[in-house]
């Protein structure tokens, strides 16, 4: 098996009703229902190595969620063609389903009033993990997630961080290859979301899982994945490797020099935008293709004590992305 | 409650009669005490949980797993039934020591073990029309509870015998309502106990009890596959 996902021409539309406010809008819908379409996916295609790590970017309902539950078997797709681990996941065969998982965010499948131990044990006889591997996994995951003192406190009782960590063992107990992480990070602390990062990473290399990954905190993707697929209003935009991302959308390039006089704007719009001027420090904006004839010109013409040259920040990178389309 | 105003009111009928709709005092005692434990094997269930985890996305955790959704009611309604067959003979067994009535108990091995066949029959066909009930959520997810109201209290209460015998329509309508699925929820059982069948109409019962089963239970997945594709797992 090359592939572990495939996914060809994927189509999803959802029927909306839509009610006009009130109570005369309330008969009216009644009546007539009046149904729209919403295009969640409009023909997307990508293909997945077994062990690749990727990123899943786009703005609020752009798909990323139907995406993931569409490739869980959730989903029923309108049409196009799905195959994970060569399984068709609308069948939803426990064979298939003993190898994946689907966590999302603000999902729970703890049992809300039993320590956490108690649902790892329901997950243990469900998915036949047998009893000494299961209390291998749950050691190994317990030690990573750092949470082995916390698996016999009532749910409840814990943090919200702590209890995204004890959501990651459940939906990995049964080791599955494939895994879809719907925004893990979601409501943690820096602290919380850098150790459940952490995890991913360490899950990744070592069990050579399949993750698909999809957040908003641009950190996630910048520290774990090394492909990402950007989607808005259910198209893909991009799709490869993270750092071609910022030289295929980001045209320019940031200069940041340290002044040791003070100069109007009009003195620096020559060379290209200015993005900042704070004496004594200013921030222009050039094209990618002249950065070094405008970091050349910034030096002579200039008395500049320090320059430095970067990308554009992923997040401004992003913004344009949508933007655009 | 319902069982004491049920022995008040037929006590008082059989001040001035011997036989009304064909029953004697002590059949419709019986009929009022093995209602109790039949309601309670029959009626009680977990599986009506499953229209708000339709309605709320809950449903979501429980197709992901490598269970068999179906198995996984049916044992949760075991359990329900089990517990509520512990409470229905506590029940049974205090009234009779208040009320001291005569109760009837059939000897003949045939009858018992039809009744007990009817009573699984009634259990299955029970835990069918509960989960066809609670599928409505997927077309319309605002309208979990009316349609298990509708279900339970209009057609089950009245229309499987569960508040008084069926056989007490006028014979038309009782005929047809013995080709309809409820009456073999609580009046069919019944009647099997009593031992008011003849074994060809046991016999009979039983065998429109299983069609009924193969039905529903067709019906039961065929609406749950349609319903999955339309089901969008929203809220979570």
């Known amino acids: 098996m090359d592939r572990a996902i495939i996914v060809d021409h994927l189509i999803k539309n959802f029927e909306v009703t839509e009610k006009q406010p009130g109570i005369t809008g309330a008969i009216k819908s009644l009546v007539s229902p009046k149904t729209k379409q919403v295009h969640a996916l409009r023909g997307i295609s990508f293909t997945i190595q077994p062990g690749e790590l990727i990123g899943f970017i786009g703005p609020n309902g752009a798909g990323k969620t139907t995406t993931l539950k569409t490739l869980s078997g959730l989903l029923y797709p309108t049409s196009g063609f799905v195959e994970v681990l060569e399984y068709d996941p609308w069948e939803r065969k426990n064979e298939f389903l003993k190898q994946i998982s689907l966590v999302m965010g603000q999902k729970n499948q703890l049992w809300w009033d039993l320590p956490a131990v108690e649902s790892f044990e329901l997950n243990r006889a469900i998915y036949e993990i047998p009893t000494r591997v299961y209390e ?127 100069y109007s704007i009009e003195d620096f719009e020559k060379i290209g935008r200015v993005k900042k001027l704070d004496f004594p420090e200013v921030i222009i904006s050039v094209p990618r293709s002249t950065t070094a004839v405008a970091a050349a010109e910034l030096l002579q013409n200039f008395p500049v004590e320090d320059l430095t040259i970067e990308e554009v920040p992923i997040e401004d990178v992003i913004r344009k992305v949508f933007k655009n389309f | 409650m319902q069982i004491i105003i049920f022995f008040f009111l037929w006590d008082a009928i059989f001040i001035t009669n011997k036989e009304v709709f064909g029953y004697d005092k002590i059949k419709i005692f019986t009929y009022a005490f093995v209602l109790i434990i039949v309601r309670a094997m029959v009626f009680s269930s977990r599986s009506v949980d499953v229209a708000g985890q339709i309605a709320n996305g809950e449903l979501t955790n429980l197709i992901l797993k490598p269970i068999n959704y179906f198995w996984y009611w049916i044992t949760r309604d075991f359990s329900s039934k089990l517990l509520n067959i512990i409470f229905g003979v506590f029940e049974t067994l205090i009234l009779i020591a208040i009320l001291k009535p005569n109760i009837y108990f059939p000897s003949n091995p045939v009858y018992i073990l039809a009744f007990l066949l009817s009573l699984i029959i009634a259990m299955f066909i029970f835990f069918n029309l509960s989960m066809l009930t609670s599928f409505v959520p997927f077309w319309v997810p605002e309208l979990s509870w009316g349609a298990q109201f509708l279900m339970i209290v209009v057609i089950v209460e009245f229309l499987s015998g569960a508040s008084f015998p069926l056989d007490i329509f006028p014979n038309t309508i009782y005929q047809i309502l013995r080709l309809t699925p409820f009456p073999y929820l609580v009046f069919i059982p019944i009647k099997i106990y009593l031992g008011n069948f003849s074994y060809a109409v046991v016999a009979q019962s039983l065998v429109i009890g299983l069609i009924w089963c193969v039905i529903l239970w067709k019906i039961m997945n065929y609406v749950w596959k349609k319903g999955l594709k339309i089901y969008e797992g929203v809220g979570r």
């Open chain 1, 136 to 262: 291998e996994t749950l050691n190994e995951l317990t030690t990573l997630l750092e949470v082995k003192k916390l698996v016999n406190t009532q749910v409840r009782k814990l943090s919200l961080g702590q209890r995204m960590r004890m959501e990651l063992i459940a939906a990995l107990i049964h080791k599955p290859k494939v895994l879809f992480l719907d925004e893990p990070t979601i409501g943690l602390d820096l602290i919380a979301q850098q150790k459940v990062r952490d995890f991913i990473y360490e899950y990744n290399k070592k069990y050579n899982a399949t993750i698909i990954l999809t957040s908003h905190n641009m950190d996630d993707l910048v520290d774990l994945a090394r492909r990402v697929i950007v989607i808005n209003e259910g198209k893909i935009l991009f799709d490869g490797p993270f750092e071609d991302l910022t030289t295929k959308f980001a045209k320019e390039k940031i200069i940041k020099a340290t002044l040791s006089k003070e």
